[in-house]
């Protein structure tokens, strides 16, 4: 089959890029499209959730007038997914943009004492990583405050984190 539709008159923006990431927030760019009506303004839609907007989505941000924009009041150590489109008349609007994704940075410790529940069994909560050199006899895993485990209560929650070394044989 074949179908025949007009060209559209406004073009969504490509390469979207971000820059200057942080903790709480990030400078998204894009290049506007060079082809078609010349955009008055864009909308951002971000999630974090990949589900991609619709064309009648409501934008997160609208009436962004130049090709970047700083999103900030955003959540630590978490993996955002970015759409932007053109708007070329109150009526006409361009499709979103390829997906983009980009996760936060850990926050800084900046309060001593502190302190960690390692909460859930099997999972190093965000930002942590447990590592062990190749051949090393010491391995962590965040396991289950039981008497198996050799723990009668942890400071918190239900689990903690545990470094135990075996014989390599």
């Given at each position: 089959?074949?179908?025949?539709?007009?060209?559209?008159?406004?073009?969504?923006?490509?390469?979207?890029?971000?820059?200057n990431l942080s903790s709480?927030?990030?400078?998204?760019?894009?290049?506007a499209p060079t082809a078609g009506t010349a955009p008055l303004s864009y909308s951002i839609y971000y999630s974090?959730?990949?589900?991609?907007?619709?064309?009648?989505?409501?934008?997160?941000?609208?009436?962004?007038v130049s090709?970047?924009?700083?999103?900030?009041g955003l959540?630590?150590?978490?993996?955002?997914?970015?759409?932007?489109?053109?708007?070329?008349?109150?009526t006409d609007s361009s499709s979103w943009s390829s997906v983009k994704t980009?996760?936060?940075?850990?926050?800084?410790v900046t309060t001593y004492p502190y302190t960690q529940g390692f909460n859930t069994v099997g999972q190093m909560p965000a930002c942590f990583v447990a590592s062990s050199l190749t051949g090393s006899t010491y391995n962590w895993?965040?396991?289950?405050?039981?008497a198996t485990h050799g723990a009668g209560a942890p400071a918190e929650g239900a689990a903690?984190?545990?470094?135990?070394?075996y014989l390599a044989s």
């Open positions: 089959n074949v179908v025949y539709e007009p060209i559209p008159a406004c073009n969504e923006p490509t390469n979207v890029a971000f820059s709480t927030g990030v400078d998204v760019s894009w290049d974090t959730t990949n589900t991609a907007p619709t064309l009648t989505t409501a934008p997160t941000i609208s009436g962004v090709p970047n924009f700083t999103l900030t959540t630590s150590a978490t993996q955002y997914y970015i759409w932007v489109r053109s708007k070329c008349s109150p980009f996760t936060t940075l850990c926050e800084s895993e965040v396991v289950a405050a039981d903690f984190l545990r470094m135990y070394y």
